[in-house]
């Protein structure tokens, strides 16, 4: 038996920025249609090709006018044309005015639009209106480019595209857009004890077995990172199993998402595989719940390069923090964006925690109605239920207690999972 002392474990920041040195961003890119291109990462910067608004147009309804005409409320003037969106008028004279509709071009003359409950009909003049109002210059009108000049980089390259920036695109006329590939991930569990729900009822579960929840979370994570996924099932606890499932993940795939097996157990057969295959960077983080963390690299067979590989603890919240917090980031970085880590809040604790642990903790606490967090009784790695109560985590360093009233970092699940 070795005397041997360990090598302390890597702090969660240490591990990220060691993790993130590995990962370059995609390349390759593909076109679009725009309606499909939710959730995408743009390829390239979008310059505008026009400006947005294309012509000064009204932003409401009522009356173009020249301001010369208006130097005192109670002057009225004739309606000389009507201008609905989609048309354009003619140049507006001295002593005229035009009606106008949300979205019509201002007329060659006019500085200011009237909203239509400034005006009045005048009864004795036929076709004219009187005003209660001076106008401000300007006033209520949409000035050509205010939103977007022609030439100016509307959307940047590694921007991930959702409803608005898609309008936005639109807007410059873009029925395609240009986007990176999405990150193909291989993922399997490993596990002799791990059943399918379905495939067995929950009576008739042989002893020792257990549903297979890690496998359900992992994927809808993935998917909502805008993934493609391979699901490559359950792997038996053989080193050969996870050998062959790791050689044939590795051709197709840029990462490898395992969880199970990168514990130190005789049964735990990642590491080693892993390292016959490739190489391991990183193992074991200082951190609660998520302390067996695995992030190496595995050689492609048929191919050049090398998919990169990140095994997961086999326990549920593990699985999911490790998830949030290191999965996250590497995939934001693989797509071209930010990989930014999750806005904190302070938030005053309602409730105590008196055992400080050597390493970083997550909590999972809920904010109530006085604007607190109440912290979910049991935090133990394997019950998932605190996941499913909780709204978000403090976060509490390594050797810290907690008191009720204290000001903590709390970061919403929100952030991660939107």
């Known amino acids: 038996m070795s005397t041997a002392?360990?090598?302390?474990?890597?702090?969660?920041?240490?591990?990220?920025?060691?993790?993130?040195?590995?990962?370059?961003?995609?390349?390759?890119?593909?076109?679009?249609?725009?309606?499909?291109?939710?959730?995408?990462?743009?390829?390239?910067?979008?310059?505008?090709a026009?400006?947005?608004p294309a012509f000064d147009n009204s932003s409401m309804d009522g009356y173009a006018v020249r301001r010369a005409d208006l130097l005192q409320p109670g002057v009225a003037l004739r309606v000389t044309q009507r201008i609905a969106a989609g048309h354009t008028g003619q140049p507006l004279q001295a002593g005229q005015t035009a009606r106008i509709f949300t979205g019509?071009?201002?007329?060659?003359?006019?500085d200011a639009i009237v909203m239509q409950e400034q005006a009045e009909p005048v009864p004795e003049v036929p076709d004219a209106v009187r005003f209660s109002v001076v106008p401000e210059p300007g006033q209520w009108i949409r000035r050509s480019g205010e939103d977007i000049r022609q030439g100016q980089t509307a959307l940047h390259r590694g921007q991930k595209l959702g409803p608005a920036e898609l309008g936005l695109a639109a807007s410059l006329g873009l029925a395609h857009l240009p986007?990176?590939?999405?990150?193909?991930v291989a993922l399997f569990s490993t596990g002799d004890e791990l059943v399918m729900p379905g495939d067995v009822a929950p009576q008739d579960m042989p002893p020792g077995s257990i549903y297979n929840s890690n496998r359900f979370f992992l994927r809808t994570l993935l998917h909502r990172m805008g993934c493609e996924v391979s699901d490559l099932g359950i792997v038996p606890d053989r080193r050969d199993a996870t050998v062959?499932?790791?050689?044939?993940?590795?051709?197709?795939?840029?990462?490898?998402?395992?969880?199970?097996?990168?514990?130190?157990?005789?049964?735990?057969?990642?590491?080693?595989?892993?390292?016959?295959?490739?190489e391991l960077n990183l193992w074991?983080?200082?951190?609660?719940?998520?302390?067996?963390?695995?992030?190496?690299?595995?050689?492609?067979?048929?191919?050049?390069?090398?998919?990169?590989?990140?095994?997961?603890?086999?326990n549920p919240v593990s699985?999911?923090?490790?998830?949030?917090?290191?999965?996250?980031?590497?995939?934001?970085?693989?797509?071209?964006?930010?990989?930014?880590?999750?806005?904190?809040?302070?938030?005053?604790?309602?409730?105590?925690?008196?055992?400080?642990?050597?390493?970083?903790?997550?909590?999972?606490?809920?904010r109530n109605p006085q604007g607190g967090l109440d912290l979910f009784p049991n935090q133990s790695s394997g019950v998932l239920t605190s996941v499913v109560w909780a709204d978000g985590v403090v976060d509490n360093p390594g050797g810290q207690t907690i008191e009720p009233g204290q000001l903590v970092d709390f970061w919403p699940f929100s952030e991660c999972l939107a």
């Not at 986007?179 to 193909?184: A, E, F, H, T, W």
């Not at 490790?322 to 934001?332: D, Y």
């Open 5 to 48: 002392p360990r090598a302390p474990l890597m702090s969660l920041d240490d591990a990220l920025q060691a993790l993130l040195a590995r990962i370059s961003p995609l390349t390759e890119a593909e076109s679009v249609a725009t309606f499909d291109a939710d959730g995408r990462v743009l390829a390239e910067d979008l310059v505008s």
């Open 50 to 52: 026009l400006q947005v």
């Open 104 to 110: 019509a071009p201002v007329p060659e003359g006019a």
């Open 179 to 184: 986007v990176l590939r999405r990150p193909r």
């Open 244 to 278: 062959a499932a790791l050689k044939t993940a590795a051709d197709h795939h840029d990462l490898i998402l395992t969880s199970g097996g990168v514990s130190v157990g005789e049964e735990d057969h990642v590491k080693p595989a892993v390292q016959s295959l490739g």
């Open 284 to 314: 074991q983080i200082a951190m609660k719940p998520g302390k067996p963390f695995a992030y190496g690299q595995v050689r492609r067979q048929t191919a050049e390069g090398v998919a990169h590989f990140v095994g997961l603890p086999g």
């Open 319 to 366: 699985s999911y923090m490790t998830f949030l917090l290191l999965v996250r980031p590497l995939l934001r970085q693989l797509q071209g964006m930010a990989a930014s880590s999750p806005r904190t809040q302070r938030l005053p604790a309602h409730f105590a925690w008196p055992k400080a642990d050597k390493r970083r903790e997550f909590l999972r606490v809920r």
